[in-house]
């Protein structure tokens, strides 16, 4: 006996498969196609957005691509973050100057200035000095010494970026 005379051919959908395969295939595969901002299978949280979220949309507003964005958005989250570090260790009045952050982390003034540059691109609204205050009183030193990434992944209406939800 042959496959094709095994399945009843009233039963058969196209090519001889069961019809509810075709359905099943076409589902998986709209629930795995890519999404912008979309991963697939993980759902989407309810949350406020993290700084590094709101960075990363202030680039794409900026007219960057997305992996430029993402790794602009990355990079001013870390200058920031170095930003709140010398901020906690001055004591945070008056806010530090880019001489102050340039001698902490032993940079050239160029450099200094190039970082600072890169924070003011993704926070565009805000300066530089209220974000580090902000970001140093949220996270703690402790917090900022630690990791990176977790003050990146502030809310960032902690920071007053945007209205709690």
């Not at 992996?67 to 260790?89: K, S, W």
């Not at 630690?146 to 007053?160: F, K, M, V």
Request: net charge positive; with cysteine; glycine share 6%.
């Amino acid at each position: 006996m042959t496959r094709a005379s095994a399945v009843a051919p009233a039963a058969s959908g196209a090519a001889g498969r069961p019809p509810s395969a075709s359905r099943r295939t076409a589902a998986r595969a709209a629930a795995t196609s890519w999404q912008p901002g979309r991963v697939a299978g993980v759902a989407r949280r309810n949350t406020d957005p993290t700084l590094l979220e709101v960075a990363e949309q202030n680039l794409l507003s900026a007219g960057a691509s997305r992996p430029r964005a993402a790794l602009e958005a990355m990079r001013a989250c870390t200058h920031l973050v170095q930003y709140a570090i010398v901020v906690g260790e001055n004591g945070g009045t008056p806010p530090p100057t880019a001489a102050d952050y340039q001698h902490y982390w032993k940079l050239s003034e160029r450099t200094a200035f190039r970082e600072l540059s890169r924070i003011r691109a993704a926070f565009p609204a805000h300066e530089v000095e209220e974000l580090g205050v902000a970001l140093a009183a949220a996270a703690g030193r402790q917090r900022l010494q630690q990791s990176t990434t977790a003050a990146a992944t502030l809310p960032a209406s902690a920071l007053g970026l945007v209205a709690a939800a």
